[in-house]
T-cell receptor, first 113, second 112 residues
Framework: GAGVSQSPSNKVTEKGKDVELRCDPI?????LYWYRQSLGQGLEFLIY????????KSGLPSDRFSAERTGGSVSTLTIQRTQQEDSAVYLC???????????FGPGTRLTVT | DQQVKQNSPSLSVQEGRISILNCDYT??????FLWYKKYPAEGPTFLIS?????DKNEDGRFTVFLNKSAKHLSLHIVPSQPGDSAVYFC???????????FGTGTRLKVLA
């Protein structure tokens, strides 16, 4: 079956521009996560959606970052006024519900020049 | 403050031998642990998990050991195969929560 997909796979943007990253989770998975992996670092939790509950945004590094999940399925992570330190691989994962094994997408490599 | 540490950034092992990847944690509230494998340009894939009520979990060539008193877990791969060459991440969370804390990964290279 189809796994988690993310688009674009690569994004190069100029400092100060806004970017949108998209995640299509596995059908039927109610939990969706966004992580960020900077060079040489582990995966950093950003945000978590579970069903219709309010998302846990506690990992978002600044108010330039926001995410939404429409219809309990597709999610978009938006970074406004990008900075060079935002350069990283952004990974999306979904799971059947809550704290179970997560299935990751291939990631979006964001480069801010 | 790195709550989950993988102190070996890389490891090389001969094909057929055992690979041992280590992970240390500091938060005593962690009681569910997972290992993921990541190939270049792909997302991590789940390998094996263990909860704190166990000290060992086995799945084929992969075994995870948990030493709660030492706050240490390890992943054993035996026999190692060239296709096992990847980056391995351990992750930990308190029971029932979803905010997994990931280590920085260990790059395993299995030499043919």
């Amino acid at each position: 079956g189809a796994g988690v997909s993310q688009s674009p796979s690569n994004k190069v943007t100029e400092k100060g521009k806004d970017v949108e990253l998209r995640c299509d989770p596995i059908s039927g998975h109610t939990a969706l996560y966004w992580y960020r992996q900077s060079l040489g670092q582990g995966l950093e939790f950003l945000i978590y959606f579970q069903g219709n509950s309010a998302p846990d945004k506690s990992g978002l590094p600044s108010d330039r970052f926001s995410a939404e999940r429409t219809g309990g399925s597709v999610s978009t992570l938006t970074i406004q006024r990008t900075q060079q330190e935002d350069s990283a691989v952004y990974l999306c994962a979904s799971s059947l519900s809550g704290p179970t094994e997560q299935y990751f997408g291939p990631g979006t490599r964001l480069t801010v020049t | 403050d790195q709550q989950v540490k993988q102190n070996s950034p890389s490891l090389s092992v001969q094909e057929g031998r055992i690979s041992i990847l280590n992970c240390d944690y500091t938060n005593s509230m962690f009681d569910y642990f997972l290992w993921y494998k990541k190939y270049p340009a792909e997302g991590p894939t789940f390998l094996i998990s263990i909860s704190s009520i166990k000290d060992k979990n086995e799945d084929g060539r992969f075994t995870v050991f948990l030493n709660k008193s030492a706050k240490h877990l390890s992943l054993h791969i035996v026999p190692s195969q060239p296709g096992d060459s990847a980056v391995y991440f351990c992750a930990a969370a308190p029971s029932g929560t979803y905010k997994y804390i990931f280590g920085t990964g260990t790059r395993l290279k299995v030499l043919a």
